[in-house]
């Protein structure tokens, strides 16, 4: 199945614990939620804790004045360690995108939702 993709953008890097990680392309995945991206990885490069076989991460970046909601996102990823990559995206770590703090995580096959 191809992925359609709106509002991608040329290579990229993103940061995962400090350490740059290249993506091939970034798709914005709705036009209103600018925060949420999908990321495709280049083919042999580094990953940092991402397994070799993941092709795409989600990248949810944190929100203007949402720093709290943010940390307690992050938390509850934590807490739910156990389902994560079973019942939730499984977390692999804080990192930045364009700047902004964001949180890396698996992605999960499936459409996204629209408005």
Known sequence: MALTL??????QQFYLDSL??????VEQLHPSHP???RLRLLPGSFRHNIPPSVITIIIKQQKDGWEKEFEVEKGAYEKLDE?????IPELYGQGSFNGVPALILSDVAGNTQQD
């Open 20 to 25: 740059p990680i290249t993506a091939e392309y």
């Open 6 to 11: 709106q509002h991608t953008q040329p290579c």
């Open 83 to 87: 389902l994560q990559g079973i019942v």
């Open 35 to 37: 925060t949420v991206h």
